[in-house]
């Protein structure tokens, strides 16, 4: 399947029908006759799957994208460190203080947040201010919240 494939796409390059190799080939996996009639046929077909292809590869590509930021925000403490964040910056320090963690495990959720480019880091002298990357994040985060409050 790969060198058909491959095969096809050799065969819709621009400025007429497919190259005598092609057909050769074509003919030795025994999808062309010797007149080169199933060649357009296969063409069509292969060129039909290869559009529905890359249709659901793009959407494939952004389910997957939403649900490696989905899995980042499944902490309860991270969820809680966005929701900080969306006030204002903060030291370290500050989120320690305001959510009841140590340092370690709130650095660490900072590691997983910056890693996904969720949070971004600035620095001054020994500390660090962390503050979100968009605001995009923060409205996940509060519309997440408020529906679990919602009565079934």
Not at 8 to 29: D, E, F, M, Q, Y
Not at 36 to 57: E, N
Not at 121 to 141: C, F, K, N
């Amino acid at each position: 399947m790969k060198h058909s494939l491959r095969l096809s796409l050799i065969a819709t390059k621009p400025g007429g029908g497919a190259p005598a190799a092609v057909k050769a080939a074509w003919r030795r996996l025994g999808a062309l006759s010797a007149r080169g009639r199933r060649l357009t046929t296969l063409h069509k077909q292969i060129g039909m799957c290869l559009y529905d292809f890359v249709s659901v590869s793009a959407q494939t590509k952004a389910f997957e994208a939403a649900g490696e930021l989905l899995k980042v925000l499944a902490a309860p403490a991270r969820l809680a460190i966005v929701m900080e964040l969306a006030d204002q910056p903060r030291f370290v320090h500050e989120l320690v203080e305001r959510l009841g963690m140590s340092q370690p495990l709130v650095s660490s959720h900072l590691r997983v947040l910056r890693g996904a480019r969720l949070v971004g880091v600035e620095r001054h002298g020994r500390e660090a201010v962390y503050s979100l990357a968009d605001q995009h994040v923060a409205h996940i985060v509060a519309d997440a919240v408020q529906h679990s409050k919602e009565e079934p």
